[in-house]
């Protein structure tokens, strides 16, 4: 099943639903040119789905226009599109949602979360942005990042090393793909671990 709206970057959004008939949404929240199809989003994709959560796969509008993003004019609208489309998705069935974002994607869930108070949330939180962290980390998520990720400063790290209401997966050498540099065998090992950890969560909210 697809979720469809016409967005404000003049092209139809298609958002992807597989549907499992669980009670608990997925929805997957990229990054700006983390699309879904890269491999974060997509085997954490198919981890929902094969554990029978239904999964909601968003795509923002200027990604499908294929254009740039205006953060400090558009980032609004994303945020608003993404809401619809989540809205359009909901129905009756579902008590839970789970929000799995990357990097900017993050900051949209941070965002969307406050107006689905009626469902019980959980969020996992894939290498976000220092502003994520400073807009506020929920309570219960699980925070996956790299000591080797331009996007998140020294300050941001600290403030999650510190938190005790979380879990929190620092991945040494790692950037914003959680990918090791130069070093192709440790970055799918670490792909791996980022997979697992996020299997766990998964299985500790059922």
Excluded: W
């Excluded at 085997?43 to 795509?59: F, H, P, Q, T």
């Excluded at 941070?110 to 108070?117: C, G, N, P, R, V």
């Amino acid at each position: 099943m697809n979720i469809k709206m016409l967005s404000y970057f003049k092209v139809n959004l298609d958002c992807n639903l597989i549907e499992n008939y669980s009670d608990t949404l997925v929805v997957l929240l990229p990054g700006i040119g983390y699309t879904g199809d890269r491999p974060l989003m997509d085997y954490s994709k198919r981890l929902a789905s094969e554990m029978r959560y239904d999964v909601l796969s968003i795509e923002y509008g200027f990604q499908v226009a294929r254009t740039s993003l205006n953060h400090s004019d558009e980032f609004s609208i994303v945020i608003r599109e993404t809401r619809e489309i989540i809205l359009k998705a909901l129905n009756d069935k579902y008590r839970k949602i789970v929000f799995i974002g990357k990097s900017i994607g993050t900051l949209v869930q941070t965002s969307i979360e406050e107006k689905l108070a009626k469902y019980e949330t959980f969020n996992i939180y894939l290498t976000p942005v220092s502003e994520t962290i400073k807009v506020g980390i929920k309570e219960n998520s699980l925070i996956i990042a790299g000591n080797n990720d331009p996007m998140i400063n020294n300050d941001a790290l600290h403030k999650l090393r510190e938190m005790s209401n979380v879990k929190f997966l620092e991945i040494e050498g790692a950037d914003h793909s959680l990918n090791i540099k130069n070093d192709t065998m440790k970055s799918i090992d670490v792909l791996k671990k980022v997979i697992e950890a996020e299997r766990n969560y998964l299985n500790s909210i059922k």
